[in-house]
């Protein structure tokens, strides 16, 4: 039997990159996925053709992860559709660099909104439906740099470290209902972002990185589906590095 035979995983921000790396490896251990992207546009479609392929359900929805409204209407939808959420997968989450002396109001608040407000309001509208289940599983895609810091992105650090606080605050909260919440903080990870950074910065980072590489969207995939799957069903409230050695 597959590792999430049966279940019905919910990853935000999942057209592209690392959740869609994570959509891929749990389709392919049993799980129907619902992904949400801010547009579902010729790549979320193939995104969503790429997840039915392992013979499950799959369907991309158009929703703002930063608004609650919209996330309140979509998430009512998903469960209608699907008929259950077992695993949520907050990953949705932008970028908008600076050192916090020239930062503006503007790019702290898109960041927080998208990548921190956004996993409250997925977890506030998917836990009364994992507790009446009885049992459901929250993942927050953090960052290393939300345990360590990094200057030049306060804004994201912040976010970051606020999403291993409420996975910790969740599991907490909604242990006693079955409910689990951890929390996985990616170190270098090689996706198209990072892959327009000079060939020669990359490899300067990956010197100080023990295992000498940076590490793929299917490492994080593989963490993530074991957090989901009842492999992990004692851990809870946890943040798992995956950086190759980087932060020890």
Known sequence: MKLLEGKVALITGAARGIGKAIALKMA????????????????????????????????????????????????????????RIDILVNNAGITKDGLMLRM?????????????????N???????????????????????VGVHGNAGQCNYASSKAGLIALAKSIAQEL?????????????????????????????????????RRGGTPEDIANVATFLASDMSSYISGQVIQVDGGMNM
């Not at 503006?104 to 409250?120: G, Y």
């Not at 506030?124 to 929250?138: F, L």
């Not at 198209?192 to 490899?203: G, V």
Request: glycine content about 6%; some cysteine; hydrophobic content about 45%.
């Open 28 to 83: 392919s251990e049993g799980a129907s996925i619902a992904f949400t992207d801010l547009v579902i546009d010729e790549n979320a479609q193939k995104t969503e053709q790429e997840i039915a392929q392992f013979g499950v359900k799959a369907k991309g929805y158009a929703s703002n992860a930063a608004s609650f409204e919209e996330t309140e209407a979509v998430v009512a939808k998903i469960a209608q559709d699907f008929g």
């Open 104 to 120: 503006t109001e503007a790019q702290w608040d898109a960041v927080i909104n998208v990548n921190l407000k956004s996993a409250f």
């Open 122 to 144: 997925f977890i506030h509208a998917c836990a009364p439906i994992m507790m009446k289940q009885r049992s459901g599983n929250i993942i927050n895609m953090a960052s290393v």
């Open 175 to 211: 242990g006693s209902r079955g409910i689990r919440a951890n929390a996985i903080a990616p170190g270098f990870i090689i996706t198209e972002m990072t892959a327009k950074i000079p060939e020669e910065t990359r490899e300067e980072w990956c010197k100080h990185i023990p295992l």
